[in-house]
């Protein structure tokens, strides 16, 4: 499938993006404001984001290449120790840099 988009339609494009995920965003605190948060929703919430986290990083555990493998590993690592996610992520980067500059 090929679109053809004129470079006078990329405006408007940017801006209907940009008012769906306004309305995503929104909706979502409204939803919330109707529902109670007690133990077990707090659990649920937390639950869904590391789930949605193992979603994000697996396929690059499994697929990645050997920069993304062992930037995954230096950041686990690091969140370990250090227990900083932006430490945890600037050594993922800069492992990944590293690997893929000089082995990749």
Not at 37 to 53: E, G, K, P, Y
Not at 59 to 88: H, M, Q, S, W, Y
């Amino acid at each position: 499938m090929n679109l053809e988009i004129s470079t006078q339609s990329v405006g408007l494009i940017i801006f209907i993006m940009a008012l769906v995920t306004l309305a995503t965003r929104w909706g979502g605190v409204l939803i919330m404001s109707f529902i109670p948060i007690n133990d077990r929703m707090q659990r649920f919430i937390s639950a869904m984001s590391a789930s949605v986290l193992v979603a994000i990083l697996a396929p690059i555990a499994i697929e990645g290449d050997l920069g993304a493998r062992c930037a995954l590993l230096a950041t686990v690592i690091t969140a370990v120790i250090f227990k900083k996610p932006l430490v945890a992520i600037g050594a993922g980067i800069i492992t990944a840099a590293f690997i893929r500059q000089f082995y990749g």
